[in-house]
Nanobody, 121 residues
Framework: QVQLVESGGGLVQPGGSLRLSCAAS????????MGWYRQAPGKQRELVAS???????NYADSVKDRFTISRDNAKNTVYLQMNSLKPEDTAVYYC???????????????WGQGTQVTVSS
C-alpha cells in the first residue's frame, strides 16, 4: 500500500517560515499530481497548493506569493515552502497524491495523516 508521511510542521511566529515535506512510499508507478490541503478548527478543508508531474502549480489566493510548492519526482516527495506566515495559516496540513499503483494502470488517491502548523506569537 501507498503511504504518505508529512513532516515539517510546528510552531512559528508570524512572519516566519516553515517547509513541509510529504514523502510517498510503497508501490508507485507514477504520481500524477500532489498537493497540500489544510483544515483549521471549525472550517472546511481547503486546497492550499497543488502541482502536476508536468510542473504546473495552483495556489489558493490566500497563500499566493507566500507559499511555493515543489516536487522531487525521484524521491516521490512534495514540498511546501511557507513564508510570511500569518496566524490565519494555522491549521492541520494534509498531503494528497493522485497516483498509479498498479499496472495496467489504476488511478488512486492517497492522503497523509497531517501535520500541525501553528502560527502564533
Amino acid at each position: 500500500q501507498v503511504q504518505l508521511v508529512e513532516s515539517g510542521g510546528g510552531l512559528v511566529q508570524p512572519g516566519g517560515s516553515l517547509r513541509l515535506s510529504c514523502a510517498a512510499s510503497g508501490t508507485i508507478f507514477r504520481i500524477n499530481a500532489m498537493g497540500w490541503y489544510r483544515q483549521a478548527p471549525g472550517k472546511q478543508r481547503e486546497l492550499v497548493a497543488s502541482t502536476t508531474s508536468g510542473g504546473s502549480a495552483n495556489y489558493a489566493d490566500s497563500v499566493k506569493d507566500r507559499f511555493t510548492i515543489s516536487r522531487d519526482n525521484a524521491k516521490n516527495t512534495v514540498y511546501l515552502q511557507m513564508n510570511s506566515l500569518k496566524p490565519e495559516d494555522t491549521a492541520v496540513y494534509y498531503c494528497n497524491a493522485e497516483l498509479i499503483t498498479q499496472w495496467p494502470p489504476v488511478n488512486g488517491v492517497s492522503w497523509g495523516q497531517g501535520t500541525q502548523v501553528t502560527v502564533s506569537s
